[in-house]
């Protein structure tokens, strides 16, 4: 019966997974819209907690407000990375060239021979990469309307979601138990997507004062790239640094100081942010294994990309908590756990 039971729980994560991957198209613009609700629901509720000149706000105009300043911001970052972009293209050659002088340098002061730009550039079918470039983009410009569309259904079925519940789960038992479990998912997922928000703006916010004073290119565009990379774990935090500091490198080829500078403020407030203030603002709330965030981070970034990564940490901690309520897969989230203490009580799972 144990092995039939093992067989049978193999068969449907191998068939998830399956659907996960061919439904991609359909799977993934949803789940970013979630990922959006999480953050106007939250910012709505801040807005109906603080109010104006000290009168509460009712949560319709409360969810009005989030939302205006959700499109203010989304349609303000998509101007200003566009306007970056096309002058990050037209000020390549430069950059180009001062790389060459750097590799040249390089070969001077080692007698190391290494490939030039142009001999690695004659390795790569730009065509292929312009081609698969322009896919992404046409295909995230086709799901920003579809993604738009699921935020604005989610805002009108949040109020009702409730009655449905109460009326599928007629049992008063089973019911509080999956409106407890309901209820610490949507907790721990919007406690991790605004900590991460928030200290994302204040990481991003930093690097563009640092960058600013050394007198970077485009810090405006490297700022908002480090506020996206720091929704990654671990990795993010790392290509935060490293793109900068190569931008610094390539543009001031004859002086390394503002190469050390960017690189030891980035890398010290990437360290400040991400193994002090983060974990202390999360609490108990993220309760994941560092393992098993990398291991997350590679399996859903296979499965769904870029966009993948992003999701990789809310997913994971969503499977934790399901599976902390069944002593079937109990053990599992136990694993996923950095500590093995996880809520639920599995002696009641027949309840659900």
């Not at 002086?255 to 999360?282: A, K, S």
């Not at 990789?312 to 399901?322: G, L, N």
Request: aromatic share 10%.
């Amino acid at each position: 019966m144990a092995l039939l039971n093992f067989a049978l729980y193999a068969a449907i994560a191998t068939l998830t997974f399956y659907l996960l991957i061919v439904g991609k198209a359909l799977l993934l613009p949803f789940v970013v819209a979630i990922v959006f609700w999480y953050l106007i629901a939250t910012l709505a509720r801040i807005y109906a907690r603080v109010g104006t000149w000290g009168v509460r706000l009712p949560s319709w105009l409360a969810t009005v407000f989030a939302v205006l300043t959700f499109v203010a911001v989304l349609s303000a970052f998509i101007d200003l990375t566009r306007e970056n972009i096309s002058q990050v293209v037209a000020v390549a050659p430069t950059y180009q060239a001062n790389l060459e002088g750097l590799a040249e340098r390089l070969v001077t002061l080692t007698g190391y021979h290494i490939p030039t730009l142009d001999q690695l550039m004659s390795q790569v079918d730009l065509g292929n990469m312009a081609g698969s470039v322009a896919s992404s983009l046409t295909a995230f410009a086709g799901n920003v309307g579809i993604i738009l569309v699921y935020v604005v259904f989610l805002l009108f079925e949040q109020k009702s979601f409730s009655g449905k519940l109460d009326a599928i789960i007629t049992d008063p038992a089973r019911r509080e138990r999956v409106r407890r479990t309901m209820l610490r998912i949507n907790s721990d997922v919007r406690t991790y997507i605004w900590v991460k928000t928030i200290l994302s703006l204040a990481t991003g916010g930093i690097s563009y004062v640092v960058m600013r004073i050394v007198g970077l290119d485009f810090a405006e565009f490297w700022a908002i790239v480090i506020f996206l990379l720091n929704y990654i774990p671990t990795i993010g935090s790392i290509l935060g640094i490293v793109f900068p500091t190569l931008i610094a490198l390539v543009q001031f080829p004859e002086d390394l100081t503002p190469f050390l500078v960017v690189l030891i403020c980035l890398g010290t407030t990437q360290v400040v942010t991400g193994n002090v203030v983060e974990p202390r603002m999360m609490g108990r709330s993220l309760n994941l294994s560092p393992l098993v965030i990398i291991l997350s981070l590679a399996v859903w970034g296979t499965i769904w990309g870029v966009i993948g990564m992003f999701l990789s940490v809310p997913i994971t901690v969503i499977a934790m908590i399901v599976m902390a309520q069944f002593s079937v897969t109990r053990p599992l989230a136990i694993m996923l756990s950095s500590d093995g203490i996880v809520s639920g009580d599995p002696e009641a799972e027949e309840t659900i």
